[in-house]
C-alpha cells in the first residue's frame, strides 16, 4: 500500500509518488498552486465558523459550507470563495472533526462533487 497525506491547503489526498521518494518527509501541498497559496487568515476563519455552527446545532445536524461563508463574507462574494469553504471543510475532516455528506451518505472528501453537507463526528 502507498503512503498517503492530506494536502495543507486544499485538504485533498497526496499521493506517494516516485519523485518524492526522497523527501516524503518534506511533501506538505499537492501542487505548487497549493503550496503558492498557503492557508490565510480567512482559511482559519472560516474553519473555526464551521465548527461554531455545528456546535449550536443539534447532534447529527448538518450545515451547507456557504453557511460558514455568509458569516465572513458579503453575499456578492459566495461564490467566489465556496471553493474555499469546501477547502476548510477537507482540512477539519483530516483532522477527524467532521464529515462530508453527499445525499445523506458520507463521502471521500477529496472525491466529492456536487451539494455537499458537513456534519459533526
Known amino acids: 500500500m502507498t503512503p498517503t497525506k492530506i494536502c495543507q491547503r486544499c485538504g485533498r489526498l497526496i499521493e506517494w509518488r516516485k519523485k518524492w521518494e526522497s523527501c516524503w518527509d518534506e511533501v506538505r501541498f499537492c501542487s505548487a498552486r497549493c503550496r503558492r497559496q498557503k492557508p490565510s487568515k480567512m482559511d482559519q476563519q472560516l474553519e473555526q465558523a ?17 453557511e460558514a461563508l455568509q458569516t465572513l463574507t458579503p ?10 469553504a469546501r477547502q476548510a471543510a477537507r482540512r477539519l475532516v483530516a483532522q477527524g472533526q467532521i464529515e462530508i455528506l453527499l445525499e445523506g451518505q458520507t463521502v471521500d472528501p477529496s472525491t466529492a462533487k456536487g451539494p455537499i453537507r458537513l456534519r459533526k463526528v
Open 50 to 66: 464551521i465548527l461554531s455552527l455545528l456546535a449550536t446545532r443539534p447532534r447529527g445536524a448538518t450545515i451547507c459550507p456557504s
Open 75 to 84: 453575499e456578492k462574494q459566495l461564490h467566489d470563495h465556496m471553493e474555499q
